[in-house]
């Protein structure tokens, strides 16, 4: 089997659950279902993560000072896909890989927006397919004008 | 769980109250159960100083993981075929949240029938945050 292995953890669906508020009985359990967002979770098992701190690096959040916007930081989640080909349960492992998928641009109100496409596969350890991820992130060029966006 | 076509009628719409005066804890609490850390998220220095944010915003993906509910609520987390969103507008801490997921079509389909949905959530002020579609696989 190829791909991260992301073991699904009952323990690790109670939390993600409890995050989004959500106390379906169906998600709790040593046999819990996660939930439809869930697979999200397994950047936890990424490590090549880059939302994550790490020992021994540098992080680009606030100490001292105020921390820094790193390049291309103003990226923003432009949209979210799943499809699910079956269920995802609490005590199997999915095996994640990610592809890039198309990119293009348009034409914002302040200026040229680049978005971009992701392909994330879960599958089990028999190879099967269980969900298919598609994120879609937005970077504006040049300086990113976050005031305006309240 | 399976919903059956008794249960479920083209035009049906449901709505879910997903959260009222959205906490920074609960952004924090998504932050990590997802490890999705990005201080925009939660670290509020860092949203105003470095990044030139009003202050921190809820990740989109605690707002489509919380939309969902209007969805597994109704249908059950095992029916679900497809899930997507766009995220139209931010999420901040104070936001009220209501999600409306409504049945624009049942198809019938070799594995059995299949509803189709429309979902928005809105905040307090009926601005919508997410868009998005949805199908789920009903009793046969």
Redesign the interface.
């Known amino acids: 089997m190829t791909g991260q292995p992301f073991p699904v953890e009952a323990g690790?669906i109670m939390?993600?659950a409890?995050?989004?508020?959500?106390e379906?009985p169906?998600?709790q359990g040593e046999t819990a279902?996660?939930?439809?967002?869930f697979t999200?979770?397994?950047?936890?098992y990424d490590p090549d993560?880059h939302?994550?701190?790490k020992p021994d690096e540098e992080w680009?959040?606030?100490g001292g000072g105020?921390?820094?916007?790193a390049e291309g930081?103003?990226g923003?989640?432009?949209?979210?896909?799943?499809?699910?080909h079956r269920?995802v349960r609490a005590g199997e492992t999915l095996y994640v890989t990610t592809v890039p998928g198309r990119s293009w641009e348009k034409h914002g109100r302040s200026g040229r927006l680049l978005f971009s496409e992701r392909i994330t596969e879960y599958r089990d350890a028999d190879g099967e397919l269980i969900v298919s991820a598609?994120t879609v992130a937005v970077v504006p060029e040049g300086p990113?004008t976050?005031?305006d966006?309240? | 769980?399976t919903v059956s076509t008794d249960d479920i009628k083209v035009g049906e719409v449901r709505e879910c109250v997903?959260?009222d005066d959205l906490k920074r804890t609960?952004i924090v609490?998504?932050a990590?159960?997802?490890?999705?850390?990005?201080?925009l998220h939660t670290?509020e220095?860092?949203a105003?100083?470095?990044?030139?944010?009003?202050g921190v915003f809820a990740?989109?993906?605690?707002t489509?993981?919380?939309t969902?509910?209007v969805?597994?609520?109704w249908v059950?987390?095992?029916a679900?075929?497809?899930?997507?969103?766009?995220?139209r507008a931010?999420v901040?801490p104070g936001d009220t949240l209501t999600a409306t997921a409504t049945v624009e079509s049942i198809e019938d389909t070799p594995d059995g029938l299949v509803a189709h949905f429309s979902l928005r959530s809105v905040n307090q002020d009926g601005v919508e945050v997410v868009t998005g579609t949805a199908s789920a696989l009903l009793e046969p």
């Open positions: 690790h939390m993600f409890r995050a989004i508020g959500d379906n169906a998600y279902l996660a939930p439809p967002t999200m979770a397994s950047a936890h993560y939302l994550r701190p680009f959040g606030s105020p921390g820094v916007m930081g103003g923003l989640h432009a949209e979210q896909h799943f499809e699910y269920p598609r990113a976050p005031k966006a309240r | 769980m997903l959260v609960r609490q998504y990590g159960a997802s490890g999705d850390f990005n201080p670290d220095r860092f105003v100083e470095a990044a030139g944010y009003p990740h989109g993906m605690l489509m993981g919380m969902g509910r969805l597994t609520d059950g987390p095992e679900l075929l497809r899930y997507g969103v766009r995220f931010q901040w």
